[in-house]
């Protein structure tokens, strides 16, 4: 094996006599636990790669349902990390980014100053006619365009978010114009929000956005709704954000009201 396959044994490893027990709870929750206490024990370690489906099903004796399963609880803990086409691989103790809501900073700033490598891979963008959640939240007309920008989001490699903005045209007439970071375009222009206000909501995720975010179909993220403004009060920005709930701690400080 290389350096990014496991080191273990993987005969012994993952064989049925080493992880199943009868009336121990369903196979595909005993063997996530066998390979949930291998990464915590240091038996598989960090960048790691299991080994494929349909080999792992053969070592564990067990079928490839089973197998994805166990996966698909390893992922839900962050125990494990997906990669399209490239396979699943130890993440370690999955590593968690916090992200404050009261102070507004771009996706990119936030994991510079982690010290982790933020990428953007655009899914989409262009100027087209509002639709109506674009209208209120920005104040358009329907004569008016509004400039998308749809990003899946990823941080050393891993994926992290989808966010798709929406802009009044005027504010960005040129969606090609963001390789990276939005706001660093609009402060080039003068047009960065200098308030927000965000909306968090759980929701479980599906389709294609499961399989952008390497997660099994239904699971719990957070969604936020973000609307910028300017100091002027124009509103200038509305986001939906997908965020993984296995990576991401929203956190904000409260402090007393005093009259």
Not at 2 to 10: C, K, L, Y
Not at 183 to 210: F, H, I, K, M, S
Not at 227 to 241: A, H, I, K, M, N
Request: proline share 6%.
């Amino acid at each position: 094996m290389n350096r990014s396959d496991v080191n273990a044994s993987a005969d012994t490893l993952f064989a049925a006599s080493a992880w199943h027990a009868p009336g121990d709870g369903p196979r595909y929750l005993q063997l996530s636990r066998h390979i949930a206490d291998a990464i915590k024990d240091g038996t598989l370690r960090e960048g790691e790669r299991l080994p494929a489906e349909r080999d792992l099903a053969d070592l564990a004796d067990v079928s490839r349902v089973t197998v994805r399963r166990a996966v698909a609880e390893l992922v839900r803990s962050g125990l494990i990390a997906q990669r399209r086409g490239a396979g699943s691989f130890v993440t370690g103790t999955a590593p968690r980014t916090e992200q404050s809501l009261s102070t507004l900073v771009s996706f990119t700033e936030n994991m510079k100053a982690r010290g982790r490598i933020s990428t953007s891979r655009v899914l989409g963008r262009g100027l087209h006619a509002p639709s109506p959640d674009e209208m209120m939240a920005l104040g358009l007309s329907p004569a008016r365009q509004v400039a998308r920008l749809e990003r899946l989001r990823s941080a050393d490699g891993t994926p992290m978010a989808i966010e798709r903005s929406s802009l009044p045209a005027d504010v960005l007439p040129d969606p090609g114009a963001v390789e990276t970071s939005l706001y660093e375009v609009l402060r080039r222009r003068g047009q960065a929000p200098g308030r927000a206000v965000q909306r968090v909501t759980a929701v479980n995720v599906t389709g294609p956005d499961a399989e952008l975010l390497c997660l099994p179909e239904n699971t719990a993220i957070l969604r936020i709704d973000r609307t910028g403004y300017l100091d002027s009060g124009r509103p200038v920005e509305f986001t939906r954000g997908f965020y993984r709930s296995d990576f991401y701690d929203f956190v904000s400080e409260l402090r007393p009201d005093r009259e």
